[in-house]
């Protein structure tokens, strides 16, 4: 018996891929319907073909006994639904396929000859009348169309009801390459999964995104909010589907350039820099008020993209790319006259380029595949209210690889198996001279961080940082049309590997009274600062005059290595391998009820530390005497039941009334809860460990007491080696 290569090789990739079979979201939409004739008897046995319109791509498929058709697994875009059996016209209906959507055509076949046409002109109805999941699609004219305050798609997303987004133009330490964040349903935006083409671009750190996309990019996305999809993957609050753009049969393509200035934007706090009380409120001293200047801003977005036939109705390539250049402006204001002159407008550039390229293959009338590559590099400053040696100076490099192929092996049996490919490379350091937009306001760069008395001054508590992470995913999921039934079930494995470093709080910190308190605690200590410190007619207060006000409260340092994962077992805890399965049925009851259910499993192999005892000091607090202090067992039971139904009332298809419950699984970010638990878990000087000391004198000016004069430090160097 002979097997064609084609099929030998799809079901190679079947058979590989289920024993790993979790996080496969559907990114593709559906059409649906039942085939009668006038009087409202089902026709089986009719021909429907379902053709894309700017690709040409066509699925052929035969009604069943119910007169039931059912093309799944449809790329998002304009289809063209074709209805033939004999002794009837043809029937030619217009169709929207969207991400994750199910469209819904009933034909009613006319009687006559059919060499005869029938054309239905009306767009078909959008609702989708047979899944309970609540979600909304931003479409590719939505996203062009709307104007978009730094061109990120996910700013749309705020246009679904329960959806928050939020923005930082400079996410630093915090969100590392994370601009926007989608927030669902009140949820923290770190449990929002967000896929591109079915695969995760989420951090696994600290959550969010890890790469961006540019908008030229996307087709459009889906947002599921409540009663999501069980292939939507591990997530508690909902989900974001991106779905790339294709080629088609003919040449697109635009080139932009966007530029917006401080010339057409408001002034910070709404106020002319040549005000004082801008930036300077209660510093009452004309004579020694500065002269801010204008807040510079600029935004300068270029790019490009083009689409096309390499080989009509065969083969397509779609690409695209963007630089954006970009100088922020920091309010910097402090409300102590001491430090007013201080107040300024910082400066935060960015600088970032996103590159695209995709190509389709339409091997055969069964055998269809893709493959894209998506690039993100960029650089910034980040920083709050405080002075600029406190800012971050983040380097982010992310790249993605996606594979996909599409089987039909049956008109009622679709098989879509994807690989992705990930690799995102972030190093957080302090800010360097170079960076600083005014010297007289950089000083005590990459040093202990110094607070409490009017500035801060010295190293974020999170730099230097560095990650490395590469991430492997396989997704396949499989689409079965049996009877009444649409049922769905896949799976995917995805392995993470990712290290790096995180020095906080390497270089110190601590706090100093403000000249403020030691006036009202001690004023013979007072007396003896330097005249800056107690006048505003003294000019500003260098670092030196700052270093002689006496330490407040603790000093703070870390010993250790930095290196994550910590030394011991590092290898095994450097890695993560998650797993999921599924099992979903769309049953159709009656053509205006359809009830859904499934089950889905989830596992993640090191989620915490199961190779690690707890220590002995835990006993206590884990029960005393009885208490279990061995490694942490393994859960195998997220298990993620899920039921629903949509019901269709009225013959218009316009209302649906949808209920639905389940129970949904969310991993937490691996690496961050189990970096930071081994440093306790492991032995003794595994990782860092920070240290405190109460009531220390000032390391730097020496030991302050009443009427002696203050000295100079003999050194600044708080680095160790």
């Known amino acids: 018996m002979k097997v064609s290569a084609s099929r030998s090789l799809s079901l190679l990739l079947f058979l590989l891929t289920l024993p790993v079979l979790t996080f496969a979201q559907t990114t593709n939409g559906n059409i649906r319907g039942t085939v009668k004739d006038q009087a409202g008897a089902v026709l089986p046995n009719a021909t429907v073909i379902v053709k894309h319109i700017d690709t040409g791509t066509q699925r052929r498929l035969v009604t069943n006994e119910e007169g039931i058709y059912l093309a799944d697994n449809l790329q998002p875009g304009e289809y063209e639904v074709q209805v033939e059996i004999k002794g009837f016209q043809k029937h030619l209906h217009h169709a929207t396929v969207q991400t994750g959507g199910s469209i819904e055509i009933d034909i009613a076949m006319t009687v006559g000859a059919s060499t005869e046409t029938v054309v239905v002109t009306s767009d078909a109805a959008q609702v989708n009348t047979s899944d309970y999941k609540v979600d909304g699609?931003?479409?590719?004219?939505?996203?062009?169309?709307?104007?978009?305050?730094?061109?990120?798609?996910?700013?749309?997303?705020?246009?679904?009801?329960?959806?928050?987004?939020?923005?930082?133009?400079n996410p630093g330490a915090g969100g590392v390459n994370n601009y926007f964040r989608v927030s669902i349903a009140g949820s923290t935006s770190t449990l929002t999964r967000i896929s591109v083409d079915g695969a995760n671009v989420n951090d696994r750190i600290t959550g969010g995104t890890a790469q961006n996309f540019s908008q030229e990019t996307v087709q459009e996305f889906q947002i599921s909010t409540f009663n999501f999809d069980l292939s939507v993957g591990n997530t508690s609050s909902g989900a974001v589907n991106v779905v790339s753009r294709t080629g088609t049969n003919t040449f697109h393509g635009s080139g932009f350039y966007f530029y917006r200035d401080h010339n057409i934007a408001a002034y910070p706090a709404f106020k002319r820099p040549d005000d004082p009380s801008a930036f300077n409120p209660g510093f009452n001293n004309p004579a020694l008020r500065p002269r801010l200047i204008d807040p510079f801003f600029v935004r300068r977005n270029t790019g490009l993209n083009l689409g096309g036939p390499i080989k009509k109705d065969k083969l397509f390539f779609f690409?695209?790319?963007?630089?954006?250049?970009?100088?922020?402006?920091?309010?910097?204001?402090?409300?102590?006259?001491?430090?007013?002159?201080?107040?300024?407008?910082?400066?935060?550039?960015?600088?970032?380029?996103?590159?695209?390229?995709?190509?389709?293959?339409?091997?055969?009338?069964?055998?269809?595949?893709?493959?894209?590559?998506?690039?993100?590099?960029?650089?910034?400053?980040?920083?709050?209210?405080?002075?600029?040696?406190?800012?971050?100076?983040?380097?982010?490099?992310?790249?993605?690889t996606n594979l996909g192929v599409t089987s039909v092996f049956r008109p009622t049996l679709v098989n879509e198996f994807r690989y992705s490919y990930s690799f995102f490379s972030n190093q957080l350091r302090p800010p360097n001279s170079s960076e600083c937009s005014n010297p007289q306001y950089c000083f005590n760069l990459n040093g202990p961080r110094i607070g409490g008395f009017g500035?801060?001054?010295?190293?974020?508590?999170?730099?230097?940082?560095?990650?490395?992470?590469?991430?492997?995913?396989?997704?396949?999921?499989?689409?079965?049309?049996?009877?009444?039934?649409?049922?769905?079930?896949?799976?995917?494995?995805?392995?993470?590997y990712g290290h790096g470093s995180w020095a906080r709080i390497y270089q110190g910190t601590f706090n100093l009274f403000s000249p403020e308190t030691l006036l009202s605690q001690n004023p013979t200590l007072y007396a003896a600062l330097p005249a800056s410190l107690r006048t505003t007619t003294a000019g500003l207060p260098t670092f030196s005059d700052i270093l002689k006000l006496p330490v407040s409260g603790s000093l703070s340092v870390s010993v250790g290595d930095a290196k994550q994962p910590p030394a011991y077992r590092g290898k095994e805890a450097a890695r993560n391998d998650a797993y999921r399965l599924y099992f979903q049925d769309t049953w159709q009851v009656r053509?205006?009820?359809?009830?859904?259910?499934?089950?889905?499993?989830?596992?993640?192999?090191?989620?915490?530390?199961?190779?690690?005892?707890?220590?002995?000091?835990?006993?206590?607090?884990?029960?005393?005497?009885?208490?279990?202090?061995?490694?942490?067992?393994?859960?195998?039971?997220n298990f993620q039941p899920a039921i629903g139904f949509a019901w269709s009332v009225g013959k218009s298809s316009k209302t649906v009334i949808r209920g639905g419950s389940g129970i949904y699984h969310a991993s937490p970010n691996s690496f961050y809860t189990r970096l930071g638990e081994r440093g306790f878990l492991g032995p003794a000087g595994n990782g860092l460990v920070p240290f405190n000391s109460q009531l220390v004198a000032n390391p730097f000016a020496g030991t302050l007491t009443p009427g002696t004069t203050v000295l100079q430090p003999a050194a600044l160097n708080f680095t160790q080696p």
């Open 591 to 637: 053509p205006r009820f359809s009830f859904n259910y499934g089950l889905a499993w989830s596992f993640d192999s090191n989620i915490v530390s199961h190779d690690l005892d707890k220590p002995e000091y835990l006993r206590p607090v884990l029960g005393g005497a009885n208490a279990d202090l061995s490694a942490t067992r393994y859960d195998y039971n």
């Open 319 to 400: 690409s695209n790319f963007e630089y954006t250049n970009q100088v922020g402006a920091q309010v910097i204001s402090f409300t102590n006259p001491l430090f007013a002159g201080f107040s300024h407008v910082g400066q935060l550039p960015f600088r970032g380029k996103l590159f695209n390229a995709r190509l389709d293959y339409k091997m055969n009338n069964k055998h269809s595949a893709y493959l894209r590559y998506s690039q993100d590099r960029n650089t910034n400053l980040s920083g709050g209210g405080s002075l600029e040696s406190t800012w971050t100076s983040s380097n982010n490099y992310a790249d993605q």
């Open 455 to 496: 500035l801060t001054l010295g190293n974020d508590n999170n730099v230097t940082q560095n990650r490395l992470l590469r991430t492997y995913q396989l997704n396949d999921n499989i689409y079965w049309q049996k009877g009444a039934h649409r049922i769905r079930f896949g799976g995917n494995w995805e392995h993470l």
């Open 137 to 169: 699609v931003i479409t590719r004219e939505r996203i062009e169309n709307l104007p978009l305050n730094g061109r990120s798609f996910l700013s749309l997303a705020s246009l679904e009801p329960g959806v928050d987004v939020t923005f930082d133009a």
